[in-house]
């Protein structure tokens, strides 16, 4: 059996681990003050270009987008993403929970754009009875998207320059940063991504880590008093050098793009496998996740030899199914696929 | 000047202040366990024909939607309702702000059907990964809805069986109760309405009351210790006699259907009115409220005339707007709104 | 029958009945907008001193504590208060709904100190790890106290001092203020209150309102965009002129003063039947809650005649009880109190 | 330099560590759902006595008290803890985000007993206005407590006994359970534990893990669809293998008990040096908490060769500060800390 469930399915990229393994015994402070946690955000300001950032570190995808959005919206306002944000719709309300809406706007492919953001805008101020609405507060975006797709330069651009006009701030998720970064598709950098937006997340669990996640505020703006606000939210780890030592690891030697690459240059070699096959893309992605359009019959058929994920219904006998690659995935595998589809 | 603005224009129904006023220097107990609060829920169980039924007086609208909502949820659920829902759109987050999210599928003219909750409910439980979701765990629908538009008695039983497939509860936001029972169109009785949800609420602000909404638990299933849960969102008044008497008043010799009938008499006046002036309405309202579409132009000409409601824009030259009746409304006001259009 | 149960067992005092009943067909705009609303924040900032105040009306005390508190404190910021403050013991847990934790230090006869809040915020700044401690940033006082105490100038004044000293705001809980200004032990005045607090609130419903709180913001500190912060925890009223027109009553001619004065009055009287019948005081309450210690066994022998509140058990055969004055207290009321004690 | 600075100042136990390294590049489904996961699981259960268990693995401690706690109350409930419970002092409002107050009793050496309970619950139900407060929903104590002390099983027992009588549950943290149950004073295993709650946590990030705590339901009562309400919180990892693996080796030839009872017996050398050289101790703790009182310029001396935390001042020229042990704690560190003090 193979797998290409997710990009979440091995434990931690070798080199990673080795730099756990290394400090393990070294005796450290706790709760990310450690000198791993410290030596890994200035890596991370270095690969940012940003050297007035700060940088925190959280353990998981939606904790991270929790503490961000909560710590960060006033208390009358909530953010606004694509109605297949991920925050929307696959965080079981931890927005809701920390008390705060999620404002939607059609998405296309998964991304939303500047003039989403004015139409929305001008429909909510437009209002005399706004003041009974929930204020556009923020904007999210991910990066890549949940359907894989990635925004150019220019559409970062325009976003932040209209979030702004709005005064709304712009988070970007990067809970798999590494391969949108990667992407041959891709004309925007890490240090593009800092300037932006006014916070973003460096995704660790979905690109080499064990988990870890890695929030830079890119304008001197993280909240006061974080760390209280970090732990009454249950998310401040005793022993943050667990995510310090994994995030030094990926940013030293450009690991952390290594694994992007890597990722695309198999996903790519996926997408030739599917496509040589006959099969239709149910979206055009060009990064590590692929949406397949398989029919039933197949899925049965290949159900006992490899495990992806469901996606949604595509038709009476077809669905859309995804395949993700990383760094753990290995040319056997692929090879196999082709055989089996 | 006169107004049409909405239905909570004037102050209490004469009726209603002459008995705050004749109860005035009784010495009452406090919180709701006085003898008027007690007297008018017998009154509300007996017109919803539910001697069985718990009755709970709040202050206010978006009040008693978070109360009923966010006791009644389950953690991990939250409420499903039309895009327009009053608590999707104009509670500024009352919801989200009890932890709980607003899960929205299309309406139509306001309205939600139970093939809308249907394919709701299959797509969720459908989805492999709806653990990750939001459970839907409650139906909410007004009625009449933010349109002015009314459930038919079979759709009503409808929603109820198809919400109660699914696991949820249905609830009745009654704010303009009185209105929607009393419309020309409705084939449905307050008793109806009763054994058609498992909670609802006779609306009294923008029905002849100062203030206060009575809540209907019609199933046995008031939340167990209400009057903490009342109390720690804010919502319980220490002289809860304002709330009972007001409440006896409008369920004293028929009063209630009274307010509802008359305010829908003028309103069919009103739509007279307007269509014999060539008015194009923007939805077709049984109710007290009336979505008429007006040239900008004309809206200039009348602004220091009459008061309205701003609904929405309809085009670059013409606004949708809502005039209102009430039982406050007066034959002259009508008279003269026809002079001016 | 008599009772003494509390200063909310009647309706409105009768001149805030007759301006409710005098403007009640005028047609006036919802949600806090219409004249009477403004006439009356006028009228109150006059009271204060202070012209730049911001006056919000709410609709009753736990409300107010719950808005004030939870939109003036930072997200890992708490009240500091008494043991015995309101907010602490008997608001059902309404700060915590709202995410905020109330931090104690005890208090004498109901009162704290700036000593009080100097020890507490001295160990908080002091412990190493107090960025894991819920930050004080507001202290909560109440004038009179839930024990019917009052705060001299000079021990406002510390108090004011010592909280700003260490980066706290001042809330006054006035839920009862007139019957603290009016004590005739009371040395500050409404314009020393405003001035020596942050933010304070005028109580209507327990001085001569049916319901009814005015919040005064006293350093231009309403917080941006209160309204919509108002709504979502289902506090504003859309019949807002219910809490407009009686606060302008109260606040004209010197009703609130007035009110406040007649039931200091009454209170005296009281104590002085108390006194003359051999009772012993629990406390030395200035104002118009007195709480008496009886025997059970005379309290079982007045049960029919009079109610009055239970407070604590004293001993194992006595009881503290409160016996409370309002404008709605008779001399005839005391009188009989007299003949059965 | 040398660390007693507390039992997180270490990475992994090796066996721990070993195990990730050795499972890392398995293919496993993530969310808690793989079978480190169940196998970890299996072994509690068993090591518990409690076939019928359920267990769920967390990231850390204040996320599994916030997650446990808010997730079992009832909306209008607390919980109820020792003043100096962990939940209570030092999670920064953990509880209280979750909309939950925190209600404490005096405590001695950081232990409550089922008086207390007794005394605040008859209290509680006492008082004629108790439903405008918050109830008592469970009992939350801490084994070992934050003072380094244990319950006896006749404690354990009366508590248990006690919480039910008056509808509480009772929520063991265990976050140090390994110390407690291998102190030379414990008289309970982990079988009593788990029979004398409702539910507890084996603490994994205090006793050898990198992160992780198992959250152990043992009387059929995991909350339903507990994986949203978690996931909710943000407390669910996509690589819930972290986890588990870790816990599968905790509880794999007894390491576990090899954690805490190699812990004790290096603090039991601890205090015997301490003792030794005539320092007074502040609480006699049997476990791997030490509380010692120190003269400020004793601690000035031996500043720059060993870090320990800081308690509470004791007076005006000492302090109380606590040195803990842990698995990594060396024959080497003891006797280095014998010649400095």
């Known amino acids: ?43 991370i300001k270095e690969a940012c270009g940003c050297p007035s950032a700060e ?13 961000v959005i909560s710590t960060m919206l006033k208390d009358y306002e909530g953010v606004l993403c694509a109605d297949t944000g991920h925050v929307s719709a696959h965080e079981a309300g931890a927005i809701e929970f920390s008390g705060h809406k999620v404002l939607t706007i059609p998405g296309v492919d998964g991304k ?24 556009p507060g923020m904007v999210y975006i991910s990066f890549p998207t949940e359907y894989g797709t990635i925004y150019s330069k220019a559409e970062l651009e325009e976003i932040y320059k209209m979030a702004h006009a ?11 940063l590494a391969y949108g970064l990667e992407s041959y598709k891709a004309d925007v950098t890490m240090e593009d991504i800092a300037r932006l937006c006014d916070v973003f997340y460096v995704g660790g669990t979905k690109c080499g880590a064990l988990c870890g996640e890695a929030v830079v505020f890119t304008k001197c703006n993280m909240p006061a008093h974080f760390v209280p606000s970090v732990k009454r939210r249950g998310a401040l780890l005793a022993k ?14 450009g690991l952390y793009s290594e694994i992007g690459r890597y990722a695309i240059e198999k996903a790519e070699e996926l997408k030739k496998i599917f496509a040589e096959k006959g099969y239709r893309f149910f979206i055009n992605s060009p990064t590590n996740q692929q949406f397949i359009i398989m029919s039933d019959d197949k899925l049965r058929e290949i159900n006992d030899k490899v495990t992806y994920s469901f996606w949604e219904k595509y038709s009476d006998t077809e669905t859309v199914v995804r395949f993700a690659t990383s760094w753990s995935t290995t040319d056997e595998e692929l090879e196999y696929l082709r055989t089996i589809l």
């Open 166 to 176: 709005y005064d709304m701030s712009v988070f970007i998720d990067g809970a798999r």
């Open 55 to 67: 940088v925190f570190f959280l353990a998981g995808g939606t904790q991270t987008n929790q503490v």
């Open 1 to 43: 059996m193979i797998s290409f469930a997710s990009d979440y399915i091995a434990g931690a990229h070798p080199k990673v681990l080795e730099h756990l393994t290394k400090t393990n015994l070294e005796t450290l402070s706790g709760y990310g003050t450690d000198t791993y946690c410290e030596s890994a955000a200035s890596k």
């Open 112 to 135: 939303i754009d500047a003039a989403g953001i004015k139409k929305f805008a001008d429909k909510f101020y437009g209002d005399d009875s706004h003041e009974h609405m929930v204020f």
């Open 240 to 253: 943050g050098r667990l995510l310090g030592v994994q995030f030094d690891a990926l940013f030293t030697d």
